[in-house]
Structures are given as C-alpha cells and as structure tokens.
T-cell receptor
Framework: AQKVTQAQTEISVVEKEDVTLDCVYETRDTTYYLFWYKQPPSGELVFLIR??????QNEISGRYSWNFQKSTSSFNFTITASQVVDSAVYFCALSGRNTDKLIFGTGTRLQVFP | DADVTQTPRNRITKTGKRIMLECSQTKGHDRMYWYRQDPGLGLRLIYY???????NKGEISDGYSVSRQAQAKFSLSLESAIPNQTALYFC???????????FGSGTRLTVV
C-alpha cells in the first residue's frame, strides 16, 4: 500500500528563518512520483514540484529546494529566508506509475510571522 | 477562464437538503476527481472517474453520489446533507495520476 506521512502538523517561524517541511513515503513500486502542493489562505491548491523516483538530484527554485532521498524514503521541502507570503498549508503526495490517484499526506501548516 | 471551474464557491445549506456541486474542466483530460478537505485530515478521495462510463468510489463515498455528464463535467451530490459533511471540496483533473492534478478553486460547504 502507498502512504505519505507529514508528521509536522504546524510550524511557526519568524521571517527570514529557514524552514524544512518533512515528507516520508511508503510504496512498493519501483517507479513512482512525488509531489508538493501549496494551499495559501485563499484556499486554492497550487502545484509546486513533481519528481520521479529515478531522479534523486536535489531541485532548487529560488528560495525553494527539495531533497529527495530514496534511502530514507523522504522528499523534504526547504524554504530559505522565509517570507510572510510563504504562510500556507503544504501537501506532499505520491503516485505510482500505474496507480489511479494521488495519495496525499495530511499537510503541514506553515505560519511565517513578520 | 480557469482550467477547472467549481460552482458554487461557497454554499450554506440545511441538514437534509439535497445539494449538487459542479465541476467543469477545459484541459481535455479524461480523469476527474472529487476530494474533501478537513482540518488535520488532509485530502480524502470521494469519487473518481476515468470517463463517462467509468465511476469509482474513493475512500469516503458514503453519503455522496456523482455524475459524469461529459468528459468535461463531473458533479458531486449530497442526497441528504448532514453537518459532518461541512468541508472544503475540491475537484481535480488529470491525464494520468503520475502527472499530477490540476485542481479547481474549491467549494466551501457548510451544513447547518
């Protein structure tokens, strides 16, 4: 069975701090895909990144970076120099190559205070 | 226009009433999904459809029904709404799950 665990329910930081959101997954598939979505206070779900299981290179996009480690079944998300606009709920998700749907974690609420 | 449009955006309804949430997409994708979001529980799948003749139950389908009227339209109905169906509902579409989803903006439903 596939499962995604986001153990951090809520994180609070002060602006300009770095913050890492953890995501641990379980799957028996050898080919799988990992995702991060952002849900700002306005409520919509915004796609951030998709990563396949054969690409373990870390990804950086501006202040955002993602660390994929198959050895620990983790796909962690780091925000460098956080800003108030980063305040949101962040979801990690998993899909196999032949599965019908995404499996979501329960989300981590990030609050960035000025 | 948005790729995935959900209507209404907000709705308050009374216990026992029938309500329909509508979703339409312009992505041309075959797959459509309905999720509900509750605080601390993440996104839970209600129903999903691969085409107009293929409807599948998700993990929490009890109390809900769906209709796939066309490739682009997928409606969710609550036959007799109850207060614990108060939640944020999302529709999504995809050409394949491993490509990820495009979500609608959500419908905030309150059952009083």
């Amino acid at each position: 069975a596939q499962k995604v665990t986001q153990a951090q329910t809520e994180i609070s930081v002060v602006e300009k701090e770095d913050v890492t959101l953890d995501c641990v997954y379980e799957t028996r598939d050898t080919t799988y895909y990992l995702f991060w979505y952002k849900q700002p206070p306005s409520g919509e779900l915004v796609f951030l990144i998709r990563r396949n299981s054969f690409d373990e290179q870390n990804e950086i996009s501006g202040r955002y970076s993602w660390n994929f480690q198959k050895s620990t079944s983790s796909f962690n998300f780091t925000i460098t120099a956080s800003q108030v606009v980063d305040s949101a709920v962040y979801f990690c998700a998993l899909s196999g190559r032949n599965t019908d749907k995404l499996i979501f974690g329960t989300g981590t609420r990030l609050q960035v205070f000025p | 226009d948005a790729d995935v449009t959900q209507t209404p955006r907000n709705r308050i309804t009374k216990t026992g009433k029938r309500i329909m949430l509508e979703c339409s997409q312009t992505k041309g994708h075959d797959r459509m999904y309905w999720y509900r979001q509750d605080p601390g529980l993440g996104l839970r799948l209600i129903y999903y459809s691969f085409d107009v003749k293929d409807i599948n139950k998700g993990e929490i389908s009890d109390g809900y029904s769906v209709s796939r009227q066309a490739q682009a339209k997928f409606s969710l109905s609550l036959e007799s709404a109850i207060p614990n169906q108060t939640a944020l509902y999302f529709c999504a579409t995809s050409d394949a799950a491993f490509h990820g989803y495009t979500f609608g903006s959500g419908t905030r439903l309150t059952v009083v």
